[in-house]
């Protein structure tokens, strides 16, 4: 069975610091790797997906890594701000089921 | 863009009712998803359909039935509802494993 790890749970930075979230997997056959948002009472949207085959994936100031030797995934959030304080969840896909198994997430605060 | 949307946002109900959560994609896909996540235990998956009546269990069914009888709209039921189905409710839909979430459900069973 899949396992997903974030460490750490919680994260404070000040505004303009790069963030580095962390994604662990148990198994590296996977399908693909997908990022999410979620703000407080909300659900969750969507930032980036990594297929199997690629290396990364970029969209504005987020920048995801996929390592599938040593199942790892960072998201990197680039110049951060106060906006950016939500809380972040990976979650792997093994293809043969659309199924995903998440993470807990970790939960940024950017102080401005 | 993909749209998903629950039918309420927020819910309060008595134990013994049942209760409807309602949602709706737009964008023609053929998976559907419903989750319930709590603090300390993150996202639980309750069922999925993969097409229309069609569906399978997921890790946490039961005191719940779901229903898909068009592919647009996947309803889950709680048949008696009890205090520890007090929750957030989320639906998801998906194209080839990426999933797209609706606003959620925050059910309350008093």
């Known amino acids: 069975k899949q396992e997903v790890t974030q460490i750490p749970a919680a994260l404070s930075v000040p505004e303009g610091e790069n963030l580095v979230l962390n994604c662990s997997f148990t198994?590296?056959?996977?399908?693909?790797l997908q990022w999410f948002r979620q703000d407080p009472g909300k659900g969750l949207t969507s930032l980036l997906l990594?297929?199997?085959?690629?290396r990364e994936q970029t969209s504005g100031r987020l920048n995801a890594s996929l390592d599938k030797s040593s199942g790892r995934s960072t998201l990197y959030i680039a110049a951060s701000q106060p906006g950016d304080s939500a809380t972040y969840l990976c979650?792997?896909?093994?293809?043969?089921?659309?199924?995903?198994?998440f993470g807990a997430g970790t939960t940024v605060t950017v102080r401005a | 863009d993909v749209k998903v949307t629950q039918s309420s946002r927020y819910l309060v109900k008595r134990t013994g009712e049942k209760v409807f959560l309602e949602c709706v994609q737009d964008?023609?896909?053929?998976?559907m998803f419903w989750y319930r996540q709590d603090p300390g235990l993150g996202l639980r998956l309750i069922y999925f359909?993969?097409?229309?009546?069609?569906?399978e269990k997921g890790d946490i069914p039961e005191g719940y039935s779901v229903s898909r009888e068009k592919k647009e709209r996947f309803s889950l039921i709680l048949e008696s509802a009890s205090t520890n189905q007090t929750s957030m409710y989320l639906c998801?839909?998906?194209?080839?494993?990426?999933?797209?979430f609706g606003p959620g459900t925050r059910l309350t069973v008093l």
């Open positions: 998801a839909s998906s194209l080839d494993n990426e999933q797209f």
């Open positions: 198994d590296s056959a996977i399908y693909n």
């Open positions: 990594i297929q199997s085959s690629q």
């Open positions: 979650a792997a896909g093994r293809g043969d089921d659309y199924k995903l198994s």
């Open positions: 964008m023609d896909h053929e998976n």
């Open positions: 359909s993969y097409d229309v009546k069609m569906k």
